[in-house]
């Protein structure tokens, strides 16, 4: 089981409110990039019903070596580490921000998987990769080196989410400040020679790379407190906890260096962008895209394959394997709560139940 004081953060997060007009949580303990990490695993995690990931891995099956590409502060692996203790897992990242006191079956490597991996071909028996986006240089390259370090069966996972805030009520204005936002960085990523709008297209880069047995999942995630059904309320309102922490770092660099902006043009950009996000009468949300694939068989295979498991289909499985355009995806929430409530009356979302991070067999994470 995770220790419950590897998770100390938590607390300091849910303690506080984001601002006096608004519900839950606060970003004032989640401005550093590592606080940013755990409230953005806590998002995926929480999406994700407690699984670390959705690939069929037979994590049970002894000594499986598992990378993590851009770990970022490490919590993913940590997390792998306490429910397979019999795996080994490793993490890269160019940032050594990883905590040194770690399971015995962790290691951190300070590397670029940008540049030419040191771990030989067949070497990995499940390698995972989340919000890698714009610090992929060629996903070509990147996906060919995945599958070369792959073992014949093993399995790549990809989750990234499109910032692109979508609603289905009408309630986000076409004028909106964060639509005119995520236009303008999607321009200014193509000029710095990056890219906007990965999530969508790994699928169709997994199949052009070799991969086998492609499937895509596709989620919603909502920004704010405004569904009526309690999880989606606590889903959202730690979502847009991470969101508020982390929109003017990430605008910053791009839009004063590749759209010309002045910082006070921004700063009156980000502040009716922030508004609009805790606003609880727009219904707004962004999808998150779930992509794993695997390895194809070497002939005469001798190991144990590492299909078969059977998986427990997700809550909102959007796309069956396809990608779904959101118009047409059921909708998910009983109804939209209405704004009626004050903000000094507001009750603060509940943080979830720490089984979530308590190693459960059956949750294969991310």
């Known amino acids: 089981m995770v220790p419950a004081s590897r998770f100390e953060l938590l607390p300091q997060i849910t303690d506080t409110k984001m601002d006096e007009d ?30 670390l990931f959705l690939a069929p891995v037979e994590m049970e099956y002894p000594k ?11 919590i993913w692996c940590i997390d792998m580490a306490h429910a397979f203790p019999q795996s080994e897992i490793i993490g890269n990242d160019l940032s050594p921000i990883q905590p040194t006191y770690v399971p015995p079956n962790v290691q951190f490597e300070i590397d670029d998987f940008n540049d030419e991996w ?6 990995f028996d499940f390698i995972h990769g989340r919000a890698l986006y ?4 060629s996903w070509d390259q990147l996906l060919r080196k995945v599958l070369h370090a792959l073992k014949p069966g093993g399995w790549w996972e990809s989750v990234e989410t499109m910032v692109e805030f979508q609603c289905d009520d009408g309630s986000l204005p076409e004028d909106s400040a964060v639509k005119y936002w995520v236009g303008i960085m999607r321009i200014a990523c193509e000029r710095a020679g990056t890219s906007f709008d990965v999530a969508g297209r790994v699928k169709e880069w997994c199949e052009a790379a070799g991969f086998e047995e492609v499937t895509q999942r596709v989620y919603k995630l909502p920004i704010g407190p405004w569904p009526k059904d309690k999880s989606e309320k606590t889903l959202g309102s730690y979502n847009l906890a991470n969101m508020l922490s982390a929109c003017d770092g990430f605008s910053l660099h791009l839009l004063t260096k590749f759209y010309g902006m002045s910082v006070p043009e921004l700063n009156d950009l980000m502040d009716r962008v922030k508004a609009e996000m805790k606003n609880k009468k727009i219904h707004s949300y962004f999808r998150m895209w779930v992509c794993y694939a695997r390895k194809p068989e070497a002939p005469y295979e001798s190991r144990p394959s590492s299909r078969g498991s059977t998986i427990r289909p997700p809550a909102y499985d959007l796309s069956g394997g396809e990608t779904t355009d959101c118009a047409s995806i059921t909708e998910e929430y009983d109804e939209y709560e209405e704004d009626d409530t004050d903000a000094e009356t507001s009750q603060r979302a509940s943080p979830p139940a720490q089984s979530i991070y308590h190693g459960r067999r059956g949750h294969r994470g991310h």
């Open 118 to 123: 040191v771990h030989p071909a067949n070497h």
């Open 134 to 137: 714009g610090s992929v240089t």
């Open 64 to 74: 499986l070596k598992v990378l993590d590409l851009g770990t970022g502060n490490g």
């Open 22 to 51: 608004i519900t839950p949580i606060t970003v004032t303990q989640v401005q550093d990039p590592i606080g940013r990490q755990m409230m953005s695993h806590l998002v995926y995690t929480l999406r994700l019903n407690g699984d």
